[in-house]
């Protein structure tokens, strides 16, 4: 008796437990940002801007883009410092997640050091956070970890990075698992422990790259 008693009070722990994990996730809701709303030649409201490493902060304004992936506006950084160890971040205020879905339209657009576009998340500030990037000048996808200002690669994938036409990157990381998504494929699958909280999402780019990007997408996920 007394053992069905204890696998009874185990069993509607751990359901209470789902119920209460469930109903965190449900807390936050997925959300789109495609800057239609904003005002052109402006910064896009909701977000703050820093910059990991040297050189100048990065300009991030809303354009109007004929091409834009969800029509009018997209949101570009449009400052050609050309330091490079320089890299420009916008971070949405809000939320603050650590499993998550996430994902971005980006065209590569210029630049002679570097023609980056990528997305961070887990975001702690401006020197401690996760960045996934595709450069259409090596060709290649990346994963790195930046831990107090230095930036670690974790994995790396070759392949097509094309200038001036619109790619879509994604993210989908549960716990320490990684997984990276370049075009719909996934290019990247890896284990990483550096950081496991929550943290905030954004854009970031590198020295001279002028980039557009379009419909960041974000849902959480359960764990």
């Given at each position: 008796?007394?053992?069905?008693?204890m696998?009874?009070i185990?069993i509607i722990?751990?359901?209470?437990?789902?119920?209460?994990?469930?109903?965190?996730?449900?807390?936050i809701?997925?959300?789109?940002?495609?800057f239609?709303?904003?005002?052109?030649n402006?910064?896009?409201?909701?977000?703050e801007?820093?910059?990991?490493?040297?050189?100048?902060?990065?300009?991030?304004?809303v354009?109007a883009?004929?091409?834009?992936?969800?029509?009018?506006n997209?949101?570009?950084?449009?400052?050609?410092?050309?330091?490079?160890?320089?890299?420009?971040?916008?971070?949405?205020?809000?939320p603050?997640l650590s499993?998550?879905?996430?994902?971005?339209?980006?065209?590569p657009?210029?630049?002679r050091?570097?023609?980056?576009?990528?997305l961070?998340?887990?975001?702690q500030?401006?020197?401690n956070?996760?960045v996934?990037?595709?450069?259409?000048?090596?060709?290649?996808?990346?994963?790195?970890?930046?831990?107090d200002?230095?930036?670690?690669?974790?994995?790396?994938?070759?392949g097509?990075?094309a200038?001036?036409?619109?790619?879509e990157?994604?993210i989908?990381?549960?716990?320490?698992?990684?997984d990276?998504?370049w075009?719909g494929?996934?290019?990247?699958?890896?284990?990483?422990?550096?950081?496991?909280?929550?943290g905030?999402?954004g854009?970031?780019?590198?020295?001279?790259?002028?980039?557009?990007?379009?419909?960041?997408?974000l849902?959480?996920?359960?764990?």
């Amino acid at each position: 008796m007394r053992f069905l008693i204890m696998a009874w009070i185990i069993i509607i722990s751990i359901s209470l437990a789902g119920t209460l994990m469930v109903q965190a996730g449900q807390e936050i809701k997925s959300k789109t940002w495609n800057f239609d709303s904003d005002v052109i030649n402006a910064s896009p409201s909701g977000f703050e801007f820093k910059r990991t490493g040297k050189g100048s902060p990065g300009r991030w304004i809303v354009l109007a883009e004929k091409d834009a992936p969800s029509s009018p506006n997209v949101l570009a950084q449009v400052d050609t410092d050309n330091t490079d160890y320089r890299f420009p971040i916008a971070v949405a205020n809000e939320p603050s997640l650590s499993d998550l879905r996430l994902s971005a339209r980006c065209k590569p657009v210029s630049g002679r050091v570097d023609q980056a576009c990528g997305l961070v998340f887990r975001y702690q500030d401006e020197n401690n956070y996760y960045v996934t990037r595709a450069n259409a000048l090596e060709g290649n996808v990346s994963l790195y970890y930046v831990k107090d200002g230095r930036r670690h690669q974790i994995a790396s994938w070759d392949g097509k990075v094309a200038k001036g036409i619109w790619h879509e990157i994604r993210i989908e990381a549960r716990g320490d698992h990684l997984d990276i998504y370049w075009d719909g494929k996934k290019v990247i699958d890896a284990h990483d422990t550096t950081f496991r909280d929550a943290g905030k999402i954004g854009f970031w780019t590198k020295a001279d790259s002028v980039t557009y990007f379009d419909d960041l997408s974000l849902e959480p996920l359960g764990p």
